[in-house]
Structure formats: structure tokens, C-alpha cells
């Protein structure tokens, strides 16, 4: 019986080859000659072509004949990795219905013109074949092309003039140009309007110029399927021809700076599988006809301004959503709580509603969504407590993101999650004080965040000895107290690890070699520094605020991937290392408030790329080195505090062009203040204060450009703080530039982001008059020349200084009467005055009504309210005058506020601090609210 059956299909499978044979046609000749030839100029790394060999070229690897005429109408050649030259004789092959050359590195060379020469051609794919070069126009002949893919991410471009060529391929059905340049295709949409058969449209990243997408309004192309025009700056509002498309599945059209609502007509598009309008300037809510779309899996409208109550569009979402898996709607402007709605889309996998305005609490039957791996909820108004019934069936959840709400977690000690994260971010969370022992049972995470997190007490040792990959670890912000372990230097994996602001103590111990970011400041930790930070890896190394002594070891030098050092505000002492080298990376060095000596270092010269340094109150002494001028990107130089000398170099006017802020404050220079400082033209803060210059105030200071705006542009150029990768795409900020400074009296933080306006040339022995030029300085907002020996009036200019809050110039030589302009100085706060040879009758009203007899003490002259001494003539009269000054006053005030808040709002919003946990613009607000409450109460 077997024999038979066996002998029946050997019979069968004969047959099937001779009626092979018999279809199979010999290879044409002419066709075979063109292969060879296209074989010999072809390179193989390879060796895939090795099975061409013999007549019969359609039997070779990749060919395919037609099975009637015997003519080659497929060469398959995709994923064969050629490269070397297209030998133009395989333009012979006449029938060619498919060419596949996809994968291949052909180094740039543009696409053959031969290619237009295949009529029959209906599949062409060059995607990732390394063309360059421009599209040849030829392309355009092939009128029954059906498909082509040209894109190519790799590091040649493709680039088209026009798109006339295109708007030939009337037979088109898929059109990838994905990643060529096209910025120059101003007529890319009519040409594919010619397309009736579109069905995919891949224009990816394709430098498309702006294009108003409602410039067609006929559309030809209504059988599309898929548009992807992700990532070109079009500029443009959704078009209305989008919603008539009834069988479109996949629409991208994220990062497209489009604006305007998404209208209503969405909810037409029945057949939507996957809607992607992510990173655009889309506003208004999200509509409610979106409930009717039933097919989507995927949703992604992150990045936008959408607005509006998010429970309520989705309560009538989640009826139909059955499928959908991914909902972004992360980084916009929604309201609304969780209850009710987001346990009922049973297949959610990914849930991100991060960065909303969501309250209310997060319900139980989240854990109904048994499919869900990630869950980014941070950054909203979401309150109460989560417990083990939440994660019940939580099983394959893999990120957790809750920071940022007011979430407390109290789950049991004993309790085993059912999940098994890789990342967890609970930053501003309550978990503590324990640290969670639940942790201990997770053996894949890789990022944890539980920073501000109420955590009392030592770090658990099982921490260190993770089974898990761990590479980041931020416990930043609590109540750590105990030691840093000696294995730490054996957790190989480390990449970050942040305890900022505890109560760590003993000492630093050995750094393992793969760490990147290490922040250890404001700690009680002592010692001398570490034999080792790893190897070449750290990046960004934070000691500040501690008790550490001993001296920097030169080894400091040899990181060279190092971009921030800052071990300010410690005991360390000796001279700094002169072993600094040409290093493209360095950014900021912070070794401010120690105990250092001896010369700055020349090599620091050698820094190219540093923006700030920070060597103030320390012990230093010498000149300041010339090789300084080399850091052509310095913004901050701050040397204040030490004992250096010398004159001030003129090399600092010339070459530190960026200078923002430069202090040389309580030290030993002598000699003039140079001309050249007014080239500083982006200054904003000069203290030459406490040192031994003489001679008089340079006219030229009257023309630092960075003072004369006369308009509230706020210049965001000054705000840098070092940003890490946090838990699910959230920032944290560790490191702020921050400057000490006595303004309004007071000695205050700032960081520099404050645009803070100041020139304080004080305790020197400058002499000659005050330069009527300093009124030039529009946005001065302090002005310090107390105690040195200036002459002669007080220019009428100083009331020309809008924004000025604080006027020092007592202790000086000044005589003749307080001018009448100071009385248009409306945001005076601080004012000093005092023993100087001033005379005449105080001026009075606005803001110096304000000032107490302290302001004007030691003038012998003087006389007038605020002081006691009468002026014997009464000046009632003045009275209607001040009422009107006080109240333009309060609302210039009130503008200011009102402006300064605003604007700084906006510019956090619109760095890529979006999520810095430190949100120190709202501290700003609230103390200027604070001033502006105070004047308005010292008005009433
Ligand atoms: C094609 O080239 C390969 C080597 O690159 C060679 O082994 C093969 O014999 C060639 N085939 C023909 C038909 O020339
Ligand atoms: C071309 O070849 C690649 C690699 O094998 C394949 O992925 C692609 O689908 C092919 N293109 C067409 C149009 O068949
Ligand atoms: C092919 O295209 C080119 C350039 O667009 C054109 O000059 C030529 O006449 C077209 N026709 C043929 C048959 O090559
Ligand atoms: C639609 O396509 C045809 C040819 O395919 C063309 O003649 C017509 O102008 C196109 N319509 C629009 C509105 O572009
Ligand atoms: C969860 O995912 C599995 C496949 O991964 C799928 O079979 C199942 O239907 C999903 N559950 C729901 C409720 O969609
Ligand atoms: C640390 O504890 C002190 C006192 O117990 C408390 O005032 C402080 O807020 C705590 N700090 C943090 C970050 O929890």
C-alpha cells in the first residue's frame, strides 16, 4: 500500500517538472549579456551572485523570465547589500515589470536616467539603496509605475527640484518618498492630485515646503489608504478633503506645525486605524464624533493644545474602542478625571495622559486593563492613594510613570507586585518614610525615580547588590541618612545615580566605570575625594554642599567626557590642577566657596567649549591668566572673593564676546577700568566691587548694548541648567547656574536665568564725575558706586533708567541738589544717598516718597521731606500731582509683573525643560508678586 502511494507521488512530482521545463523559456541573449555585464561592474561583499553562472539566466538567484515570451520581468535584488557601480547595459532588460534594489549602498550616486527607459516597469524599489543625487526626470516615463519607494534615511540625500515627474505616474497605487529632500517641490500636492489610484502616500521627513493642505479642494486621490507626511514643517491647518476619504486607515501627520481644531468631520473617517496629529499646534477640544470610530488601535495627539473635559469625550469613546491599544494624549492642556472611562478600554497596552491638567484620583479598576505595559499618568493634579488593588492584574505593566501628582502610595512590606517593571518613576510621589521593600522582587528594572519621595533612613544594602541591570537610581530629596556603600564601584551597570539633598555621611567611595551622571551635593559627606569616578565615562560630576577636604586629584583632568564638575561650597583646598586639556566637552566648572590657593591654572585656556566658570571665594591670588581668552563661549566669569591682582586685562572686552556676567568683585585689581568692557555687548551683569581701581568711570559704559533695550524682550540665552533623562521621557534638572549678589540690600540666590541687570562698582577709589552716559543704560536694574571719591552732581540722565531698583551712590563726593527726574523712577526700592555733599530740597512724589531719612543721611544740605530739616518754602501744591503718580505708578508696576511672569512662563515652557522638576519661574512670580504687594502697600 506505502509502495504504491509512494510510486503515485514520485509519478506526480515528475510530471510537475517536465511541465516546468516546458514553461520555462531559455534565458534571451541579448537579456543574458545585459546581466553579465550589469554582474562584472557589481560588487558582492556577500558573494550572492555566486549562483549566477550557466546559460539559462532566469534560473539565476533573484531573475525571473516571463513564463510565455521568455523575457526577464523581475531582477529581485533587495537585501543583497551590492554596491559598486549599475552597469547601464542592463537597460537591455526591455520588459522589466519589477526591479528591486533595495538595502544595497550604491555611496551616493544618483539614480541611472536608464532606468526611465523600463516602459513595462510597475514595482520600483530603490529605498535604502544609498542613491543621491537629484531624481532624474526620466522617472517620470514610467506612465504604469504602480509602485515606488525611493526613501532613504542613510546618510546620502535624494533630492527633486520639482515634482512634475511625479504628477506623470498616473498609475501610481504607493509613493514612499520618505527622507529625500524636497524643500524645493513647491507643487508636490497637485502633482499627487493627478494620482487617482493613490493608495499610500510616504512622505516622512521630507523637508516639504510650507503648503497650505487646503490648496487642492477637488481631490483626485480619494481610494488613499495611508498618508504619512509626518515631520515637514507644512504649516497649515487639517484640510477639508482629509475627512472624504472613507477608506483611509493610517493618517500621520505629526510634527506638521499644523494649527487650528480638529473639526467634527473626523468622526466620517470610519476605516481609521491609526491616527498620529502628535507635536502640532492643534487647539480646541477633541471631538466628540471621535466615538464613532471603532477601528482605531492606535491614537496618538500628544504635543498639542487640546483642551476641553477629557472624561466626558471619552465616556462616549469607550463603547466602540474595543481595540484600541496605544492612547497618547500626553503634553496638552486636558481636564477631567480617569473614573469612569480609561478601565473599559480592555486592550489598552500604552496609556500616556502625562503632563494634563487630569484630577480626581486614580480608580481601582485601572487594574482591569490586564494588557496594559505602560502607564504615564506624571505631571498632573491626580490626588489619593494607591494600594496593591490597583496593579492587581497589572501583570505585564513594565513603566510606571505617576510623578508629579499627589499620589501617596501605602501598599503592604510583604506585598508582591504581579508586574515586573523596567522602569518606575514615583518622583514627588509619597512613598516613604520606608524605603519600599517591594522593589526587592523587581529583577528587570533599569530606572528608578523615587525622588521627593518622603523616604526616611538608610538605603536598603539590597540597593547595591541588584540582581537587576539598574542604571539609574534618583532617591534625590528625602531623609537618606547612613553611608554609601564600598561595593557601589561593583555595580556595573550605574549610570546615574542622583541623592542630591540628603543626609548622606562618611565618604565617596569608588565610582564603578560605567557611570554618567552622579550628583552627590548637598550632603553631609566628608573625606577626600575618590581614588576613582570610573573610567572615561562621567559626564556630569556634582559634589557641591558637602564637608569634603583633602585636594583635586589630577586625574579630574583625564575625563575627558566630562561637561560639568561643580564641588562648590566644600573644604577642599591645595592649588587646582594645572593639567587641563583641549577638551571639546566642558561646559562648567564650579569650584567656588573651597579653600584653593595659589595661581588659576593656564590650562584652563585649553577649555574650549566652557560657558562658566566658577572660581569665587576662594584663596587665589595672581593675575588672571591671558590663556583665559580662549574660551571664546564663556558666559559666566566669576573670580569674586579671592586675591587676585593686576590690572583688569583689555583681552577680556576683546575676546570674551559672550560674556553675560562677569565679577571680579573683592579683590586686588588696580589700575583703570579698561574701555574695552563696553565691547562686552551681551553683558548683563558687571561687579567690580572691593578691589583698588582708580582713575574715573569710563564714558564708554554708557554704550553696553545689552543694556539699551528700551522694550521687555527677555533674553532666554543666559538659562542653562544640566538636563538627565528621567523615568518615561521626563527631564529632572540637576544642576542650575546660580549667582550670589547683593541687590536691594539684600544678599539673595539667583539663578541666572533672572535676567538680572546690574553694574556695582563700589569700595573702589574711583574718582571724577558719574558719566551723564549712564542713563543710556535703559534696563539697569541696579546700580552700585558707593564708596569711592566721585565728584560733581548726579546727572538729570538717571531718571532715563526705567527699570532701576536699586541706586547706591553714597559714600562719594557728590554735590549740588538730588535731580527732579529721579522722580520717574518707578521701581526704585532701594535707595542710598547718604554722606555725600547733596543739597537743595529732596524731590518729592512717585516712588521716593517711599524712602525713609536713612536714604539721605550725611548730606548737610539737604532738606525736605523725608528728613526732618524744612526747606522754609511749603509746597502744597504739589499734592493733585501725586495722586496722579502713584497711580500710573501702580499700573506701570502692575504691567511689569504682569509682563515678567508671562514672559519667563513662556520661555520655561519653550526650552526643553518642560518637565524640570525645579520650576523656579513660579518662585520668581510669587516674589515679584511679593515686591509689587509690598510698594503698593507702602503707597496706600
Ligand atoms: C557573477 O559574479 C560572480 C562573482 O562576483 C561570479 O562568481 C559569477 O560567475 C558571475 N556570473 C556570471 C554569469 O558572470
Ligand atoms: C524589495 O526587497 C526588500 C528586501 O527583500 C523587501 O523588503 C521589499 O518588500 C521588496 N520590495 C518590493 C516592492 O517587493
Ligand atoms: C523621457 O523623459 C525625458 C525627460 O523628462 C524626456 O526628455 C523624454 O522625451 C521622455 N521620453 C522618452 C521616450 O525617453
Ligand atoms: C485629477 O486628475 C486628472 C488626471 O489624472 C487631471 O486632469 C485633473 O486636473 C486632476 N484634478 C485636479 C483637481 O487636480
Ligand atoms: C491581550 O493581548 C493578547 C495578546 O497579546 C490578546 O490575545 C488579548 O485579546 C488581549 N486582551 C484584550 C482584552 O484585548
Ligand atoms: C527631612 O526631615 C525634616 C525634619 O524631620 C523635614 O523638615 C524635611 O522636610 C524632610 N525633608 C524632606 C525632603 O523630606
Request: charged fraction near 15%; aromatic fraction near 8%; include cysteine.
Amino acid at each position: 500500500m506505502e509502495n504504491t502511494m509512494n510510486g503515485l507521488l514520485m509519478a506526480l512530482a515528475l510530471l510537475c517538472l517536465t511541465i516546468n521545463f516546458r514553461e520555462i523559456a531559455a534565458c534571451i541573449s541579448t537579456e543574458r549579456d545585459a546581466l553579465v555585464a550589469f554582474n562584472t561592474s557589481i560588487k558582492d561583499p556577500d558573494g550572492r551572485l555566486h549562483s549566477w553562472h550557466g546559460e539559462n539566466c532566469c534560473s539565476w538567484s533573484g531573475v525571473s523570465c516571463s513564463k510565455k515570451t521568455g523575457h526577464v520581468i523581475k531582477l529581485d535584488l533587495g537585501e543583497y547589500t551590492l554596491n559598486g557601480q549599475i552597469n547601464p547595459s542592463l537597460s537591455g532588460l526591455t520588459r522589466l515589470v519589477y526591479l528591486n534594489l533595495s538595502q544595497s549602498d550604491f555611496g551616493g550616486v544618483p539614480i541611472p536616467e536608464f532606468i526611465g527607459c523600463f516602459k513595462m516597469l510597475r514595482y520600483l524599489d530603490l529605498s535604502h539603496a544609498g542613491f543621491g543625487g537629484t531624481v532624474p526626470p526620466q522617472l517620470g516615463n514610467l506612465s504604469r509605475l504602480s509602485f515606488l519607494d525611493l526613501s532613504s534615511s542613510g546618510s546620502h540625500v535624494i533630492t527633486a527640484d520639482d515634482f512634475q515627474w511625479v504628477s506623470k505616474l498616473t498609475s501610481l497605487r504607493y509613493l514612499d518618498l520618505s527622507w529625500l529632500y524636497l524643500a524645493a517641490s513647491v507643487d508636490w500636492l497637485q502633482a499627487v492630485n493627478m494620482l487617482h489610484l493613490l493608495e499610500v502616500l510616504r512622505l516622512n521627513d521630507a523637508s516639504l515646503p510650507a503648503t497650505d493642505l487646503n490648496s487642492v479642494s477637488q481631490i483626485n486621490f480619494t481610494a488613499l489608504k495611508v498618508i504619512d507626511l509626518k515631520n515637514n514643517e507644512l504649516n497649515s491647518s487639517l484640510p477639508d478633503w482629509i475627512w472624504n476619504l472613507s477608506s483611509l486607515s493610517d493618517l500621520d501627520l505629526s510634527s506638521c506645525e499644523l494649527s487650528g481644531r480638529i473639526p467634527d468631520e473626523l468622526g466620517k473617517l470610519a476605516a481609521l486605524q491609526f491616527i498620529g496629529l502628535g507635536n502640532n499646534k492643534l487647539n480646541g477640544a477633541i471631538p466628540r464624533s471621535m466615538s464613532r470610530l471603532c477601528n482605531l488601535v492606535h491614537i496618538d495627539l500628544s504635543r498639542n493644545i487640546l483642551s476641553g473635559n477629557l472624561s466626558e469625550a471619552a465616556r462616549s469613546m469607550f463603547p466602540c474602542m474595543k481595540k484600541l491599544q496605544i492612547l497618547n494624549l500626553a503634553d496638552n492642556k486636558l481636564t477631567g478625571q480617569l473614573s469612569g472611562w480609561c478601565e473599559h478600554m480592555a486592550s489598552l497596552e500604552v496609556l500616556d495622559l502625562s503632563e494634563n491638567s487630569l484630577s480626581g484620583v486614580l480608580p481601582t479598576s485601572i487594574s482591569r486593563l490586564s494588557n496594559l505595559t505602560y502607564l504615564d499618568i506624571s505631571f498632573n493634579k491626580l490626588i489619593g492613594e494607591l494600594s496593591e488593588l490597583h496593579f492587581t492584574n497589572l501583570s505585564r505593566l513594565d513603566a510606571l510613570v505617576l510623578a508629579s501628582n499627589s499620589f501617596k502610595v501605602v501598599v503592604k512590606h510583604s506585598w508582591f507586585p504581579p508586574f515586573q517593571l523596567t522602569k518606575l518613576g514615583l518622583h514627588g510621589c509619597l512613598v516613604g518614610p520606608q524605603f519600599p521593600t517591594w522593589l526587592q522582587s523587581q529583577t528587570r528594572i533599569k530606572m528608578i525615580d523615587l525622588g521627593s519621595a518622603g523616604i526616611r533612613g538608610a538605603l536598603p544594602d539590597w540597593i547595591w547588590n541588584f540582581s537587576s541591570p539598574m542604571a539609574s537610581l534618583n532617591v534625590s530629596m528625602n531623609n537618606i541618612t547612613g553611608e554609601l556603600p564600598a561595593s557601589l564601584v561593583r555595580s556595573k551597570m550605574l549610570i546615574t545615580l542622583n541623592i542630591r539633598h540628603n543626609q548622606l555621611e562618611g565618604y565617596i567611595p569608588d565610582m564603578p566605570n560605567s557611570v554618567r551622571v552622579l550628583d552627590l551635593s548637598h550632603n553631609n559627606l566628608s573625606g577626600s575625594l575618590p581614588q576613582s569616578f570610573g573610567d572615561k565615562e562621567l559626564q556630569y560630576l556634582s559634589l557641591s554642599h558637602n564637608s569634603l577636604s583633602g585636594v583635586i586629584p589630577a586625574y579630574l583632568c583625564d575625563i575627558i567626557s566630562m561637561e560639568l564638575i561643580d564641588i562648590s561650597n566644600n573644604n577642599l583646598s591645595g592649588e587646582l590642577p594645572n593639567c587641563w586639556r583641549m577638551n571639546s566637552s566642558m561646559y562648567v566648572i564650579d569650584f567656588s566657596s573651597n579653600n584653593f590657593w595659589g595661581e588659576i591654572p593656564s590650562t584652563m585656556g585649553s577649555l574650549s567649549s566652557l560657558t562658566a566658570l566658577h572660581l569665587s571665594k576662594n584663596s587665589l591670588s595672581g593675575l588672571l591668566p591671558t590663556s583665559l581668552q580662549s574660551c571664546k563661549r564663556l558666559l559666566v566669569l566669576d573670580v569674586g572673593e579671592n586675591n587676585l591682582s593686576g590690572y583688569i586685562p583689555t583681552w577680556i572686552g576683546n575676546g570674551l564676546q559672550t560674556l553675560l556676567l562677569l565679577i571680579l568683585g573683592s579683590n586686588q585689581f588696580s589700575g583703570e577700568i579698561p574701555e574695552e568692557l563696553s565691547q562686552l555687548h551681551a553683558l548683563q551683569y558687571l561687579d567690580l566691587s572691593n578691589n583698588k581701581l582708580s582713575g574715573s568711570i569710563p564714558r564708554s559704559l554708557g554704550k553696553l548694548t545689552s543694556f539699551l533695550s528700551r522694550n521687555l524682550e527677555w533674553d532666554s540665552s543666559p538659562f542653562f541648567q544640566f538636563m538627565v533623562y528621567g523615568v518615561g521621557g521626563a527631564y529632572f534638572s540637576v544642576y542650575k547656574d546660580t549667582l550670589q549678589a547683593t541687590f536691594r540690600g539684600y544678599r539673595l540666590t539667583f539663578v541666572i536665568s533672572f535676567l538680572l541687570t546690574s553694574i556695582d562698582l563700589s569700595e573702589n577709589h574711583l574718582t571724577g564725575e558719574i558719566p551723564s552716559e549712564i542713563g543710556n543704560l535703559y534696563r539697569l536694574a541696579s546700580l552700585n558706586l558707593s564708596r569711592n571719591h566721585i565728584e560733581g552732581s548726579i546727572p538729570e540722565t538717571i531718571g532715563n533708567l526705567a527699570w532701576l531698583e536699586s541706586l547706591d551712590l553714597s559714600w562719594n563726593d557728590l554735590s549740588g541738589p538730588i535731580p527732579q527726574s529721579m522722580k520717574s523712577l518707578l521701581f526704585l526700592s532701594f535707595l542710598n544717598l547718604s554722606y555725600n555733599h547733596l543739597s537743595g530740597k529732596i524731590p518729592y512724589g512717585n516712588q521716593l516718597m517711599t524712602f525713609e531719612g536713612d536714604s539721605f543721611l550725611g548730606n548737610e544740605d539737604l532738606c525736605g521731606a523725608p528728613l526732618t530739616r524744612s526747606c522754609h518754602k511749603d509746597s502744597d501744591k504739589h499734592k493733585h500731582h501725586e495722586i496722579f503718580d502713584t497711580l500710573t505708578y501702580m499700573f506701570t508696576l502692575l504691567g511689569f509683573a504682569f509682563g515678567f511672569c508671562t514672559v519667563s512662563t513662556t520661555f520655561i515652557f519653550s526650552a526643553a525643560s518642560r518637565r524640570a522638576y525645579f520650576q523656579f519661574t513660579d518662585n520668581i512670580c510669587n516674589w515679584l508678586v511679593a515686591v509689587l504687594e509690598r510698594k503698593l502697600s507702602l503707597i496706600r
